[in-house]
């Protein structure tokens, strides 16, 4: 009886042996159960995943792709809204269809032969222009403004902002002078269309353009010093 005793007595001092080991275990490793059905969802923190740095950088050159077409679309605006006031402001108005002044007729000149090189400089040394003329080559020249046969076409011209011009033309004989005429009333129309889609301020310039045709020479002065430009070419004619 006493040995059953003692067998029973060591059986319960191991037990509470191996449960205090298991105490001090948990106290030094810290570790701690927690029953899962004690855990509410909503206190576990949920980790984001952050963007790449890729995508930051297709976001950034969306975003600046965007101003760039904003501000594009506000340029191209208020420069046709410029374009329009200035086109149908008082002191600026075109009228695509007016007539041009007629080419003047110099019945003096009829059968004389003039030295087209010397009136050119003598245009170019006189009257003022806005800016400095250059003489195109003859193939140029020949692609702006249609001449008959056998015409010698010279063209003096400033940058392509400007209308300032000066257009020589030697037919072959009278006729194809007043051919030639029609000719250049059509330059003048074209390049007045242009100008007044880009530059409305040249119209008015084109539309006094000096235009004299004496026997078989046609003679073109667009600037704004008008008078200058007709009396030189008057007296150049004469002598």
Do not use: W
Request: include cysteine; hydrophobic fraction near 35%.
């Amino acid at each position: 009886m006493q040995l059953g005793n003692r067998a029973e007595k060591r059986v319960v001092e191991k037990r509470i042996f191996q449960n205090k080991k298991e105490d001090t275990d948990g106290e030094k490793t810290g570790a701690k159960i927690i029953p899962i059905r004690g855990i509410d969802e909503k206190e576990i923190p949920v980790r984001r995943a952050g963007k790449t740095p890729r995508q930051k950088q297709e976001n950034g050159r969306f975003i600046a792709t965007v101003c760039m077409a904003v501000f594009l679309c506000f340029t191209m605006g208020f420069c046709v809204v410029q374009s329009v006031r200035s086109i149908n402001s008082g002191t600026q108005v075109i009228n695509l269809n007016a007539p041009n002044q007629v080419v003047e007729t110099n019945e003096e000149g009829d059968g004389k032969s003039l030295d087209v090189d010397a009136l050119a400089k003598k245009i170019l040394d006189n009257v003022a222009f806005d800016v400095e003329l250059d003489k195109l080559e003859d193939s140029v020249a020949e692609g702006m403004i249609s001449v008959t046969d056998g015409t010698k076409l010279q063209i003096y011209m400033g940058n392509g902002t400007n209308a300032d011009e000066v257009v020589l033309m030697t037919a072959l004989n009278e006729k194809d002078a007043e051919k030639n005429q029609e000719y250049v009333e059509e330059h003048i129309s074209e390049i007045k269309k242009q100008f007044a889609l880009y530059n409305p301020k040249q119209v008015r310039k084109i539309d006094n353009a000096v235009k004299i045709r004496s026997g078989c020479y046609v003679i073109v002065c667009i600037t704004s010093d008008t008078e200058t430009a007709k009396s030189t070419i008057e007296t150049f004619l004469k002598q």
